[in-house]
């Protein structure tokens, strides 16, 4: 993934893999060493663990690019670490990275479909399965063109009644944050 973002004088692009990407965004919450960001990766990703054979490589590119810093910490009961954080211009590439997943989605969502169309319906079912259980944006859309090409199966229409029942769900929980909102509001002195 190619990002644009802003150095000092000049616009410059940026270079990041879906792990320093990841990494920067464990970093924008709080400084950290990499065994810390190696556990929340792992929160985060779940089954699918990233190795330090990985992380470690990552962060040094990371620092080379001047996107994080690390600092020496001195440990009385352990080896020695090195807390990452972030600087100014790692938010900036950072913020202009998550501006774009937008675009990055899309073409994603293009590659997925094309993907799937090729597979069949035997490794199609699966993937189908999956992006039910996991209520994937992409999958929707791959499921929206199909439907739309008039390729749409019984299958394919339960998909989208769980997906509506999903999305139904996700509508009620917003709804009510935004009530929440608006009477905090006005017990605060008006709207805002």
């Known amino acids: 993934m190619t990002f644009t973002g802003m150095g000092k004088h000049r616009p410059h692009r940026t270079r990041l893999s879906p ?3 990841l990494i920067l ?3 924008k919450q709080s400084p950290a060493h990499g065994y810390v960001i ?3 990766l792992g929160n985060q990703l779940g089954p ?3 190795k330090s054979g990985t ?9 080379e690019k001047e996107l994080i810093h690390g600092t020496h910490v001195l440990q009385e009961d ?11 211009n790692g938010r900036k590439v950072l913020a202009v990275a998550l501006q774009n997943l937008d675009t990055e989605w899309g073409a994603q969502g293009k590659v997925w479909r094309f993907l799937v169309s090729q597979a069949g319906e035997r490794v199609a079912a699966p993937l189908l399965e999956r992006t039910v259980r996991e209520r994937s944006p992409i999958g929707f859309a791959a499921m929206k063109a199909r439907c739309e ?4 199966s019984q299958k394919h229409l339960e998909f989208l009644k769980q997906y509506r029942s ?3 769900l996700e509508l009620e929980w917003v709804k009510k944050q935004l009530d929440e909102m608006k009477s905090s509001d006005k017990e605060d002195g008006g709207e805002k």
């Open 38 to 40: 190696i556990q929340k």
């Open 48 to 50: 699918r663990r990233v």
């Open 55 to 63: 992380i470690y490589p990552a962060l040094h590119r990371l620092v």
């Open 25 to 27: 965004a464990i970093l």
């Open 149 to 152: 090409s008039g390729r749409c």
């Open 78 to 88: 352990g080896p020695d670490t090195v807390e990452y954080r972030l600087t100014p």
């Open 19 to 21: 792990v320093q990407l």
């Open 166 to 168: 999903y999305l139904n």
